[in-house]
């Protein structure tokens, strides 16, 4: 079938299976590897990506069905400025071997937006796998800090 999504500002069309997963579509389809293929199973984090501006696992969500703009962590930033999470993430060394990263992120800037009171309840989906939490949730409070300035 044919679709059309549009993906970090961009309209792009393809054709995929009724079966495909956004992940993949993204993934395979669009070389854009931001998401990460953990367990494909939504027990991981590690594909989150924003659809209508909410976090969503990409691998439980097929790509035929989504009618929302597309933000993947590659579409948080400009070429010459990091979102301000992004940001946090590098300042806070919160990152170890950066598999579930872009995931994080995406549930980060979730988090900040909506200002959630509980980071670490509202991140839980999120798992690292070299236990980098106390780095995420102190980029998160960093970057809260600084959305809350602005």
Aim: aromatic letters at 2%; proline letters at 4%; hydrophobic letters at 40%.
């Amino acid at each position: 079938m044919d679709i059309s999504l549009e993906i970090n500002g961009s309209s792009r069309r393809l054709t995929v299976e009724p079966g495909v997963t956004l992940l993949d579509a993204l993934r395979e389809r669009l070389d854009i590897t931001g998401p990460k293929k953990g367990c494909d199973r939504g027990q991981c984090g590690a594909c989150t990506v924003h659809v209508g501006g909410r976090p969503v696992l990409s691998c439980l969500t097929l790509a035929a069905t989504v009618r929302q703009p597309v933000t993947t962590v590659e579409g948080l930033s400009t070429e010459d400025t990091l979102h301000p999470v992004q940001r946090a993430f590098a300042e806070q060394d919160a990152l170890q071997c950066g598999f579930c990263t872009s995931g994080q992120i995406m549930s980060a800037v979730a988090a900040v937006e909506q200002q959630v009171d509980d980071v670490r309840e509202f991140m839980s989906g999120n798992l690292c796998r070299c236990a980098a939490y106390p780095n995420i949730v102190a980029a998160v409070e960093q970057a809260r800090r600084a959305d809350a300035s602005l």
